[in-house]
């Protein structure tokens, strides 16, 4: 079955909008956008729309991912693959989209607006919210007929770090062969020494895998994510994006961060990450205020803490800003710490009654 059966027939039938650029090729005085035949700023050229997939961007997004670049589509952050995939997919008040919380909320935001229902199977705290492997296959076992289109997998997961073992991922892309589309948001993989699924996708043509520039790349400012999947999905996905979603700015930068000495620089700044989170790891079991640090393959820390609420508030008086986790099911007394620079996790040490630089380790000068 070609995983296209699965989108909203309304979608496959309808013809996107045609833009200006997307019907241009080539061409020498350009009269059909009704763009301004000057720029406003003097040496910058943003006079004209941009390329809807910059054709650079999408090669070096491909190259960097070892996939090819049909595979790719670069949008606003993978928040807007989140949205795409849910408006796809997903008949409003018919269909149904399935999570394992705590996890990335985005998912459930996406689904709401489309009016799609969100069907939760929770990971456990007494299981260390490993994947609820067991109670999503039983899930999708009962779903007749078949109304969960997205099924999201998120690893590392966001906010308790957790990854998900490859034969559990693997188990997941069989389960839903044919039946749904696997979501493996992958915004936190550089972090992790587990695989990557997009080794996954050349048998898998209901897997998309979502991956971002914001985290690891550092340029969340810039909003750029990428959607990977068989080309005949991101086709589809293009069909109801926006014309022109990508700045020029943007594509510019992201290019920027994809050119191998940037790579280079940003595995340095993912060794220093990663050596902080260790530190931290470490360090924060000392603090009175708090009772555990869940483990982390990302770039943050879920901890559990004696009075969450009171310690958020003390934190954010001494301008510390943490994120709340007690929304989340099983997280009620949770906050999630963003790793730093160094100077920044002592601060954190130090306001949580932890030992901080020289006492334990041998110092190393990371930033
Ligand atoms: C941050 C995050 C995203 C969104 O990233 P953008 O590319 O900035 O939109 C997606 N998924 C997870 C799990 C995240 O934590």
Do not use: W
């Not at 943003?46 to 054709?55: A, L, V």
């Not at 989340?328 to 954190?348: K, M, Q, V």
Request: glycine residues 6%; negative net charge; charged residues 20%.
């Amino acid at each position: 079955m070609s995983v296209l059966k699965l989108a909203r027939p309304e979608i496959l039938a309808m013809s996107g909008y045609s833009s200006a650029r997307m019907e241009a090729a080539g061409g020498r005085v350009f009269l059909n956008a009704n763009e301004s035949p000057v720029s406003p700023i003097d040496g910058e050229s943003c006079h004209r729309y941009p390329d809807p997939q910059p054709e650079a961007l999408r090669a070096a997004v491909a190259r960097y991912l070892n996939v090819s670049p049909e595979q790719c589509l670069v949008g606003r952050g993978s928040d807007e693959a989140i949205d795409l995939l849910t408006r796809a997919f997903c008949r409003a008040g018919e269909d149904a989209v399935l999570i394992s919380p705590p996890t990335f909320g985005m998912y459930a935001v996406c689904a709401r607006v489309q009016n799609a229902r969100v069907l939760e199977v929770p990971a456990s705290a007494d299981q260390g919210f490993a994947y609820p492997l067991n109670d999503v296959l039983a899930a999708l076992a009962a779903d007749q007929p078949g109304r969960i289109k997205l099924v999201y997998l998120c690893s590392p997961n966001n906010p308790t770090g957790q990854v998900v073992p490859t034969d559990v991922l693997d188990q997941m892309i069989e389960a839903t062969r044919s039946r749904a589309v696997l979501v493996v948001d992958e915004a936190y993989q550089e972090f992790a020494a587990t695989p990557s699924a997009l080794s996954r996708l050349p048998d898998a043509e209901h897997v998309v895998v979502l991956r971002t520039l914001s985290k690891a790349h550092g340029l969340a400012g810039e909003r750029l994510g990428i959607a990977i999947a068989a080309p005949e999905v991101i086709a589809l996905l293009q069909k109801i994006m926006a014309p022109y979603p990508l700045p020029l700015s943007s594509v510019t930068r992201g290019l920027a961060v994809l050119e191998p000495a940037a790579l280079a620089r940003t595995a340095e700044r993912i060794a220093m990450i990663n050596a902080e989170r260790e530190r931290l790891r470490q360090r924060l079991p000392e603090s009175p205020q708090l009772t555990a640090v869940l483990p982390s393959d990302a770039n943050f820390l879920a901890v559990r803490c004696r009075d969450a609420g009171t310690l958020y508030q003390e934190l954010l008086r001494q301008g510390i800003v943490l994120r709340s986790l007690q929304k989340y099911p099983g997280l009620g007394d949770a906050l999630r710490i963003s790793i730093g620079t160094r100077a920044e996790n002592d601060t954190l040490l130090a306001a949580l009654g932890c030992s901080t630089a020289n006492s334990l380790l041998p110092s190393t000068e990371a930033a």
